[in-house]
Structure formats: structure tokens, C-alpha cells
């Protein structure tokens, strides 16, 4: 069986690397660039020729590329599953047919990925790193996201079982 980190010390990992990185590269920790680096090399990408992904250090794609190669580290001895089973609720919202639902997962990560790069970052970016810093509009933005998040999936699981 994996061993499963409690909730309260991940948090408090992820929050001292937070302070850390920022202590000694004066850079807050977030996915979302990894993206904007990533897309650069679409063609007719044009939004992602920002100057911020033209520099020679692209820490945060290898950061990026690096959260799945851990995962898979750290799960290393327990064997690989591959599922895209997430709950009843999602198995009613999502097709059956595999390819389908392949489809519409990228496709919904991938307008998560465009909505935080217009946003200038992720919510959950902002949240680790506002709260890391003890800010207190991060901290209210924090509850705010995550309650319209609930809201948002409780609307789709109504429409769902209506």
C-alpha cells in the first residue's frame, strides 16, 4: 500500500519550499508558466511569445515535466493503474467511451492551462503562494475559489442526476 502523506504535512512541506525558493531565488513557485513554456513552440501560439518565455532559464518547464516523473517515482513498487475513474458522479458526467472522454479531459485541462496564463497564473498557485506568505487576500481569494469550486460541481452533479 502507498504511503499517503497527511494533509497537514504536505501542506506545510509545500509552504517551506514556497518561503525557501523565494528566499533564494526571489521567484514564487507555479505551474501554469511551465505551460506558456511549453506552448511556445505551437505554431500560431502567438500569446505564448512573451518575452517571459523567451529567457534561457526555463526551470519551471523542467519543474513541470518533473511532478509526473516523481509521481511515478513515488509510486514505484506499488504497480500502475490506469483509470480514469474519478467518483460515480463524474462516471454519470463524463462519455463512456473511452477516446471520448480522453478527449474531452485534455481538452478540459487544456482550457484550464489557456485560463491561467490569461489570468497571469493558476488559482491554486496563488493561493500556496499567497498563503505560504501568510497574505490575507490570498488567504480570502483561497476560501472564495474553493467555495465556488463546490458550488460549480454541485451544479454539475444537479444537472447530471436531474
Keep these: 500500500m502507498p504511503s499517503i502523506w497527511s ?11 514556497m518561503v525557501a525558493l523565494y528566499w533564494i531565488t526571489n521567484k514564487q513557485l507555479g505551474i501554469s508558466t511551465a505551460y506558456g513554456y511549453a506552448c511556445q513552440v505551437l505554431p500560431g501560439a502567438d500569446s505564448f511569445r512573451h518575452p517571459e518565455f523567451r529567457r534561457a532559464n526555463r526551470w519551471r518547464l523542467w519543474f513541470g515535466l518533473g511532478i509526473p516523473v516523481g509521481a511515478l517515482l513515488a509510486n514505484a513498487g506499488n504497480g500502475l493503474e490506469f483509470t ?12 463512456e467511451d473511452l477516446l471520448l472522454r480522453g478527449v474531452m479531459l485534455l481538452a478540459a485541462g487544456t482550457l484550464m492551462g489557456v485560463g491561467a496564463r490569461m489570468a497571469g497564473g493558476c488559482t491554486s498557485g496563488h493561493v500556496i503562494s499567497g498563503v505560504s506568505f ?10 472564495l475559489f474553493f467555495l465556488g469550486g463546490l458550488v460549480a460541481v454541485q451544479a454539475l452533479f444537479l444537472w447530471v442526476r436531474g
Excluded: D, N, V
Excluded at 494533509?7 to 519550499?17: K, T
Excluded at 480514469?84 to 462519455?95: K, S, V
Excluded at 501568510?134 to 476560501?143: D, F, K
Design 134 to 143: 501568510l497574505s490575507r487576500p490570498s488567504m480570502l481569494a483561497g476560501g
Design 7 to 17: 494533509g497537514w504535512l504536505a501542506g506545510s512541506a509545500i509552504g517551506a519550499l
Design 84 to 95: 480514469t475513474h474519478m467518483g460515480e458522479l463524474y462516471e454519470q458526467a463524463l462519455p
